[in-house]
């Protein structure tokens, strides 16, 4: 069974694939094991990814998000919300942002206005109708 908690989004959701590496925050080990994940959707305040191991809710992740753009990645610290068993190796992961560097703020919500712009379609030319 699925025990996500109501949907409350306040920010529209991107469908797409990135990299995404991630360490467990609240891990009692010195050596914060770096994994990878894909996410599958993303917006301003959360994303959802497919993690190779169970996470518990409320651990504390430290990501970072790989946009493509040969730039550096995008550091955030999430916290894991849901999860659930999607194959013996693979769990879709519903983490929302906590705190993220005010420079990577403002490139990751430009990187989703710019991908989202792209599905949506801006017209051409804009103010002109149609006859």
């Known amino acids: 069974m699925d025990f996500r908690p109501q949907e409350r ?5 991107l469908d ?5 590496s991630y360490a467990i925050l609240n891990s009692n080990t010195e050596f ?4 990878e994940a894909w996410s599958s959707d993303i917006s301003a305040g959360g994303l959802r990814m497919m993690t190779p191991t169970s996470l518990e809710n409320g ?13 550096q990645s995008i550091n955030a610290n999430a916290e894991v919300i849901w999860q659930s068993k999607i194959s013996e190796t693979c769990y879709e992961t519903g983490a929302i942002i906590r705190y993220m ?4 703020k403002k490139r990751f919500m430009g990187f989703v206005f710019d991908q ?10 804009i103010g002109h109708s149609a006859h």
């Open 9 to 13: 989004r306040r920010y529209a959701r």
């Open 16 to 20: 797409i694939a990135l990299s995404v």
């Open 32 to 35: 914060k094991e770096q994994n």
């Open 59 to 71: 651990s504390q992740l430290e990501l970072e998000i790989y946009v493509g753009d040969g730039t």
């Open 101 to 104: 560097p005010e420079s990577d």
């Open 116 to 125: 989202m712009s792209r599905f949506v379609g801006i017209p051409e030319m």
